[in-house]
């Protein structure tokens, strides 16, 4: 039947179809599966040829003697590949510099707000801590001055000294005074200087 129908056409034929169908099934096929995936190209070619050979020529042929002893690729179509995945890196790296980027600012922004509120907290704890010390001195300046006025108040108690206590000499309150400006003045050590006079200390105060 295939010499009648072919004659002595046949062999063209059978080299003319299998070609045909390999480029037609090549032509939906990725490049890097010839390299990546050789099992799964020499599978579908040996099937999509002896399905055409079976029915356009009426030869059966052997799927598991199929085989492809090399694979020529043109030049042109190397460079395209390789422009191409020079092009999917770049864009992967600008993609990730962006993200880098995007990130970078991020911290920026983080260490910034970080950073001002650090200083507001700190700039809080010494302005409360100013305040403490200041209250506590204070306080603790009226308790010194309590505690002297107590100690001034007893002791004129003591001694059985008031504002209606008069001198003998000149029937005046002039000792009560004297005595009462004296212990103020001893009172503010600070401006206070004791100098030696005429008989007792004089206490002469400075500014």
Do not use: C, W
């Not at 062999?11 to 003319?16: E, K």
């Amino acid at each position: 039947m295939i010499y009648n129908s072919y004659s002595f056409n046949y062999d063209d034929l059978v080299h003319s179809n299998a070609k045909t169908t390999i480029k037609n099934s090549a032509a939906n096929l990725k490049f890097d599966l010839y390299f990546t995936n050789r099992t799964y190209i020499e599978s579908l070619f040996a099937n999509n040829v002896a399905k055409v050979l079976l029915t356009d020529v009426y030869v059966d042929m052997p799927i598991e003697l199929f085989r492809i002893s090399s694979v020529t690729v043109p030049d042109s179509i190397i460079e395209l590949s390789l422009e191409s995945q020079i092009a999917l890196q770049n864009n992967d790296l600008l993609e990730k510099t962006q993200k880098v980027a995007v990130i970078r600012a991020e911290t920026d922004r983080l260490v910034a707000t970080i950073t001002a509120q650090t200083k507001q907290v700190l700039q809080f704890a010494n302005n409360e801590a100013k305040r403490l010390v200041e209250k506590a001195t204070s306080y603790a300046n009226r308790i010194e001055i309590t505690a002297r006025a107590e100690g001034i108040h007893t002791m004129l108690v003591a001694l059985n000294i008031s504002d209606t206590t008069k001198s003998a000499a000149n029937n005046d309150t002039a000792f009560t005074t004297q005595l009462v400006r004296t212990l103020a003045l001893l009172d503010n050590a600070v401006n206070t200087t004791i100098v030696p006079g005429v008989g007792d200390v004089l206490v002469n105060v400075n500014g």
